[in-house]
């Protein structure tokens, strides 16, 4: 007889099913359920559940005792209750842009959420070049509505300490900060590069004293900078999407740091899909309207998220000091910089560091895969090293746009 | 019977006697002690025990219920653990620099502490215009030993991220934020100005709308940067002293913010007794001979923090990107620039806010009050908008000078 309520074990599919039974309320008492492990991140193990008689299904995410990315990183299962608190918070702020969460166990290190399999993985989704026009709307108003109303500008200042204290996450925040901020900045041995972009690499970012100085003092304004209570790894794979609906999940990596680390993240991702729609779409016509959206999408989230968030300032803000006239702006074009920096920085760690992604994986021709690479890993240098300059949507597609062509010409 | 193992109460003088001989293991068999309440800051009661047998003695500070500065201001009495915890974390890194802490009880909210009796509160005795040569050089050790080795460039991430959230203190960095960064600059009813300053405050203070600006900025960054493990009230009030020994007393402010703010509040408050001096001293050479001691004290307490600051860095900074060529001398210009910021707002809350420093309120002659808080708020003002060019000592001094003259030239 399976005890779930004395030490937690990891879970197998008939575990939680029997878990799903006698724990959670919420099939009929006739269930008739099945299980499969779907997950493909690299922390949690996911299982959905379905109930055959009702239609009915549910996920149960369970932390391993580990991280699934390696051995190496130990990573405690707070982090569940850390997820667990912080999606009933963004239901809070961002309500209809996060799954519903039916339960916590912190015995067990699982919660049971909301089934989105009628959505997909936005990586996925994106690979295969689907468009979804009102994502952009979507994500703008969820990181609007998470990174101001978390702040000092909206938040009583003590209610914020608290929440600082209570998703302190150091575990993964070094996960972070070695995997982004560090090691694809130098020829360490955990990075994983395609070897023909090798010499590029290491003539352009790791021979770069320059840019190892901007990465240093961005690695300790994440670590020092306490502004907003962020996903934190708030990229297309941690994003479930359908045409009319966008689903935020996988917060477990939140923490209170720069709220420009949340949009950078998305801005980068969407390039990684830029990039990889110009190397795979072989029809002119599918192309140039794939690349068009992927366009319009990056500078309607930059842009999008600045109009908002400036009147969300103006409804919001609770601060006498934020209503000075001059702060907003300030504030905002802080804000900016730092998601400049951190598209740049995530676009080098996804090509030079171990967490790779499947856009750029999946170009098969090897030529293009370097000029991939060397597309966003340029983009990526100028974006760190001139975060002071880039502020609109548009000029974050023309630093693409440039080193697209110029890569493309030279090859 | 009085029973201190249940519940807090207020102690009086008798009630600490009985406590000393029952609770503390300090004081011989056969003591004969006295007590008087010696506390003259706002937060707790100070309670000193002399063993009138022995000569052995002892203090015992208890929390008040309530801070003591007005009734307005409710403090948590877990400030108390706080204050044990930094004392002994401040031992260890700033050995000699703070008094030995004894005891600690949770309930009682109270400590017993090493006497200091033989030393004096340094702002009266430079009120008494007392020299101490070794100032500068203790008080940079104590703040180099404390602010490097507690942030990210010596301390282990994940143990500074503890840290953080183990001195997390809402309401008292609350007092700070709107005593410090916010009231003086505007007419706040809480504010205590000298009748004789409104007019000079209400032109150069309150209507100036770019002062204001730089203040949210600084407000901000104080409320969102931990970066390291600060005193939090360090001025010259916390301070006990003699010719051969510098003690930092009060810690109950501790938590992580921008390293800048102690060091700006030991050069505010040493700007405070060189005005005093300025205008108190009778005798030429006498005044003098403490502004020379003053001017000099300032630039040593700049010059020797920078210093050691980064010799203590090449000693001991165990991240690797703190290593990277420019980063150290960009991390210290940052705290530097704090440090002129934050010497600028004690300038002004000091003068404009509700806690006023006696250096400025024994100058007797109105005119000469007058012409002082001028040249204290022309300083601060100045320190505040100029905070990106002043960087060494002798830029502060600069910057006194000018304004103890011109306004001397005026008056």
Same mark, same amino acid.
């Given at each position: 007889?399976?005890?779930?309520? @004395?030490?937690?074990? @990891? =879970?197998? +599919?008939?575990? $939680?099913? $029997?878990?799903?039974?006698?724990?959670?309320?919420?099939?009929? +008492?006739?269930?008739?359920?099945?299980?499969?492990?779907?997950?493909?991140? &690299?922390?949690?193990?996911?299982?959905?559940?379905?109930?055959?008689?009702?239609?009915?299904?549910?996920?149960?995410?369970?932390?391993?005792?580990?991280?699934?990315?390696?051995?190496?990183?130990?990573?405690?299962?707070?982090?569940?209750?850390?997820?667990?608190?912080?999606?009933?918070?963004?239901?809070?702020?961002?309500?209809?842009?996060?799954?519903?969460?039916?339960?916590?166990?912190?015995?067990?290190?699982?919660?049971?959420?909301?089934?989105?399999?009628?959505?997909?993985?936005?990586? /996925?989704?994106?690979?295969?070049?689907?468009?979804?026009?009102?994502?952009?709307?979507?994500?703008?108003?969820? =990181?609007?509505?998470?990174?101001?109303?978390?702040?000092?500008?909206? !938040?009583?200042?003590?209610?914020?300490?608290?929440?600082?204290?209570?998703? !302190? &996450?150091?575990?993964?925040?070094?996960? /972070?900060?070695?995997?982004?901020?560090?090691?694809?900045?130098?020829?360490?041995?955990?990075?994983?590069?395609?070897?023909?972009?090798?010499?590029?690499?290491?003539?352009?970012?790791?021979?770069? +004293?320059?840019?190892?100085?901007?990465?240093?003092?961005? *690695?300790?304004?994440? =670590?020092?900078?306490?502004?907003?209570?962020?996903?934190?790894?708030?990229?297309?794979?941690?994003?479930?999407?359908?045409?009319?609906?966008? @689903?935020?999940?996988?917060?477990?990596?939140?923490?209170?740091?720069?709220?420009?680390?949340?949009?950078?993240?998305?801005?980068?991702?969407?390039?990684?899909?830029?990039?990889?729609?110009?190397?795979?779409?072989?029809?002119?016509?599918?192309?140039?309207?794939?690349?068009?959206? =992927?366009?319009?999408?990056?500078?309607?989230?930059?842009?999008?998220?600045?109009? *908002?968030?400036?009147?969300?300032?103006? +409804?919001?803000? /609770?601060?006498?000091?934020?209503?000075?006239?001059?702060?907003?702006?300030?504030?905002?074009?802080?804000?900016?910089?730092?998601?400049?920096?951190?598209?740049?920085?995530?676009?080098?760690?996804?090509?030079?560091?171990?967490?790779?992604? *499947?856009?750029?994986?999946?170009? @098969?021709?090897?030529?293009?895969?370097?000029?991939?690479?060397?597309?966003?890993?340029?983009?990526?240098? !100028?974006?760190?090293?001139?975060?002071? !300059?880039?502020?609109?949507?548009?000029?974050?597609?023309?630093?693409?746009? &440039?080193?697209?062509?110029?890569?493309?010409?030279?090859?």
């Amino acid at each position: 007889m399976l005890d779930f309520t @004395k030490e937690y074990f @990891k =879970m197998v +599919e008939k575990d $939680v099913i $029997v878990y799903a039974k006698t724990r959670l309320d919420f099939f009929d +008492e006739d269930v008739e359920l099945s299980c499969e492990e779907i997950g493909d991140g &690299n922390l949690n193990y996911v299982f959905r559940l379905v109930d055959s008689k009702s239609g009915k299904s549910l996920i149960v995410k369970q932390a391993g005792p580990v991280a699934r990315i390696s051995d190496e990183f130990k990573v405690s299962p707070d982090r569940n209750r850390i997820e667990s608190e912080i999606l009933s918070l963004q239901h809070k702020l961002a309500p209809g842009f996060v799954p519903k969460m039916y339960h916590y166990d912190p015995i067990m290190n699982c919660c049971a959420m909301e089934d989105l399999s009628d959505h997909e993985i936005m990586r /996925t989704a994106l690979i295969k070049h689907k468009t979804f026009p009102l994502f952009a709307d979507h994500i703008t108003t969820f =990181m609007v509505n998470t990174l101001l109303h978390t702040s000092d500008v909206v !938040t009583e200042h003590k209610e914020k300490k608290e929440l600082v204290k209570s998703f !302190t &996450n150091p575990e993964l925040c070094e996960i /972070t900060e070695d995997l982004v901020y560090t090691e694809p900045f130098f020829d360490c041995e955990r990075n994983d590069i395609f070897e023909g972009s090798r010499e590029f690499i290491k003539e352009h970012i790791w021979n770069d +004293e320059k840019l190892a100085l901007e990465t240093a003092k961005l *690695k300790f304004e994440f =670590m020092t900078h306490s502004q907003s209570l962020l996903h934190g790894d708030l990229h297309t794979g941690s994003i479930f999407i359908k045409e009319d609906s966008t @689903k935020v999940i996988d917060p477990e990596f939140a923490f209170y740091g720069p709220a420009g680390y949340d949009v950078g993240n998305v801005v980068a991702n969407l390039i990684f899909a830029y990039v990889n729609g110009k190397f795979t779409i072989e029809d002119d016509g599918e192309r140039d309207k794939f690349l068009q959206y =992927m366009e319009k999408t990056i500078r309607e989230v930059i842009d999008l998220f600045t109009e *908002k968030f400036l009147y969300g300032w103006d +409804e919001h803000a /609770t601060e006498r000091v934020a209503t000075y006239p001059g702060f907003k702006e300030y504030y905002l074009d802080g804000l900016l910089r730092d998601t400049v920096a951190v598209t740049g920085l995530e676009l080098c760690r996804r090509t030079i560091g171990i967490a790779g992604v *499947k856009d750029i994986q999946v170009i @098969k021709n090897e030529k293009d895969r370097v000029a991939a690479e060397k597309i966003v890993l340029s983009a990526g240098k !100028t974006f760190i090293l001139e975060r002071d !300059t880039i502020r609109t949507g548009d000029d974050f597609v023309k630093v693409v746009l &440039n080193y697209a062509s110029k890569v493309l010409k030279e090859a």
